[in-house]
């Protein structure tokens, strides 16, 4: 694919009546000196004679003409103009002609001439695309990154190979401090090292100052104070050095520091290249700090940004304390909602205790806390062959008492009669005894509900005495809420007083409710003190069930918003200054 230069330079043969041969040479700064940039035809051989020429008009800055020789059957002329740029010579176009006199070389080489300021637009045309494609580049390779760090990190590596240095530190300022955030020689470093508080002062010096500073071993920077950065030659080994901010939104932000082992390494284009650079990576470094800082920092970041484009930095201390008291001045006279918050759970208004009305050994368990059951489930059992065994024996009992009163009653023994008639009373009651032990065996659930307390799976075989408590039961209908107030709250809290409810298994259904009573005892738990509250649900939910814990808020009337937001602290103080007082 033929490039602009090329086809440049193809042209200004065309007009040129027997050129044979062309060659475009750029010696810029960047390129080392005679470096080739096209040659007409393309892919043609260029002779020695021609690139000596051209060579020639590039180190002497003028026309350069050698006179007719021998080559391939006719005489040609080589003559070469120097390409120009801001009185600086940065090339040479040269052609083989075939034999001109004096007159007709010269007036070649004006032709020559009327055709560079072409040239050059084309040159600078293709500087803006190779300046462009570097910072799009340089872009790319930052918003590859989310965070601050590893993005100061790529930019300091990418400033490091494009202008040499041995070492680039980029620096931000977090607040009113700088922060070394990334070098290019290194992933890990410590803060608090001589190296990198030599490279902090110096960034500083140039935040300061808000100019780019450049030092060296030969030459000091002028006009600015540098003191810092010729402390930083003398500790780091470098030959130069050169500092420049790094700005958002018309302010510093932070600053990076290049480092080389060459004095004077950093040359005009290079310092345009670097403050181009520095310009485009300033704000692409502040949005990753924007979007890693907290809120509170962003919070901050955006008030400082305000007083600056309205009052200016100098103004921000004052602004801040203005707006601090108009504030505190509103809340002192605006009223609100006042709501005292505490810890809450649900309780069954009624909890049933279902215990073993027999001793024995536990043989079934039916249920375990959380289980919903309804009224005769069976939720254990006992095992009952004892008690089977002594329902046999006393019915048998029974029946022999019975037969014998029979036999009694035939021969008309009257006193045997009245004996065996208590005997088998008392067999009866205590066939009875045996039956009711029988029936008090399982244990059953006396109404709808949910077991709060019992899990009996790991317990099977194992003994139960008369008494033992085997479940807690708590219908689904009734519910109360405990509410923990602080002692400090109290007093605010009166019956008959509404809040909310919310529960952590249900944060998004808050529930009205009604204080009933509150306990006039405090409890001291978990180094707190606390008073009991019972409140009810003004309307019962399905979901519910015992032992859900959630936050309550009772209201307690309105009072003014920086009362509301500052008592409990004021009432701190309080007690703290009563405690310290003789």
């Known amino acids: 694919m033929e490039s602009p230069l090329t086809n440049w330079l193809a042209a200004q043969c065309h007009w040129v009546a027997g050129c044979e041969a062309a060659l475009l040479v750029l010696g810029a700064s960047r390129n080392a000196p005679g470096a080739e940039c096209a040659r007409w035809p393309e892919g043609a051989e260029i002779s020695p004679r021609l690139s000596a020429t051209v060579q020639v008009a590039l180190e002497r800055g003028r026309f350069s003409v050698q006179e007719a020789a021998v080559g391939q059957n006719h005489a040609l002329t080589d003559l070469a103009v120097p390409v120009v740029a801001a009185g600086r010579t940065i090339g040479a176009v040269g052609l083989s002609v075939r034999a001109l006199s004096s007159s007709e070389s010269k007036r070649t080489g ?13 040159l600078e045309f293709r500087a803006e695309r190779d300046r462009v494609a570097s910072m799009a580049t340089v872009a790319t390779r930052l918003l590859d990154h989310e ?3 590893p993005g100061a990190h790529a930019f300091a590596v990418e400033l490091a190979q494009r202008l040499g240095c041995e070492r680039v530190a980029v620096g931000w300022l977090q607040g009113r401090r700088l922060r070394v955030a990334s070098l290019s020689n290194a992933v890990r470093f410590s803060e608090e090292s001589d190296a990198i508080r030599g490279l902090r002062e110096a960034m500083q010096e140039s935040i300061d100052q808000d100019v780019r500073i450049e030092a060296s071993e030969s030459v000091s920077a002028t006009g600015v104070e540098a003191a810092a950065h010729r402390e930083l030659l003398q500790n780091s080994g470098a030959r130069s050095v050169c500092t420049i901010p790094l700005a958002a939104h018309d302010r510093a932000v932070g600053a990076v ?35 890693e800082a907290g809120p509170l920092a962003r919070v901050r970041s955006i008030w400082t940004g305000w007083i600056d484009r309205h009052f200016g930095s100098q103004r921000l201390a004052w602004v801040t304390i203005a707006a601090a008291l108009l504030l505190v001045a509103i809340l002192a006279v ?24 027999v001793p024995g050994y536990l043989s079934e368990a039916n249920a375990r806390a959380g289980d919903l059951v309804q009224a005769g489930d069976v939720l254990a059992r006992l095992d009952d062959r ?8 006393w019915a048998s009992r029974k029946a022999q008492l019975e037969l014998e009163q029979r036999e009694a009653l035939a021969a008309q023994d009257r006193t045997q009669v009245s004996i065996l008639r208590a005997q088998i009373d008392q067999a009866e009651a205590e066939l009875g005894l045996a039956e009711e032990s029988l029936a008090r065996t399982s244990v059953v659930a006396p109404f709808d509900g949910i077991v709060v307390e019992g899990d009996l799976d790991r317990s099977l075989g194992s003994p139960v005495e008369q008494g033992d408590v085997l ?4 219908p689904l209908d009734g519910y109360r809420i405990i509410v923990e107030v602080d002692g400090r709250d109290i007093a605010d809290v009166k019956p008959a007083q509404r809040g909310r409810l919310t529960l952590e298994a249900l944060p998004d ?17 978990d180094g707190r003190n606390y008073f009991r509250v019972e409140a009810a649900l003004e309307e019962p939910v399905a979901t519910l069930r015992p032992g859900m814990e959630g936050i309550a808020k009772i209201d307690a009337g309105h009072r003014r918003l920086l009362w509301i937001w500052t008592h409990e602290l004021v009432d701190w103080l309080r007690l703290s200054t009563w405690t310290w007082l003789p």
Do not use: H
Not at 269 to 277: I, M, N, S, V
Not at 335 to 357: D, I, K, M, T
Not at 516 to 522: H, L
């Open 110 to 122: 004006e032709g020559l001439e009327v055709g560079l300021p072409l040239l050059l637009q084309l």
């Open 147 to 149: 965070g601050l760090r």
């Open 257 to 291: 520091t290049l480092e080389w082992n060459l004095p004077g390494a950093l040359d005009a284009q290079a310092c345009e290249q670097l403050e181009e650079l520095a310009t485009l990576s300033g704000p692409i470094l502040e949005l990753m700090s924007r979007a």
């Open 334 to 357: 605006v009223p609100g909602r006042y709501r005292v918050s505490a810890e809450a759970r649900l309780q069954g208004r009624v909890q049933r205790a279902l215990v073993a009305a």
């Open 386 to 393: 004892d008690l089977r065994l002594e329902k046999r024996k």
């Open 471 to 474: 479940f807690e039961l708590a």
């Open 509 to 525: 259904q808050p529930m009205s409710l009604v204080v009933e009573r509150v306990t006039p005892i405090s409890t001291a738990e």
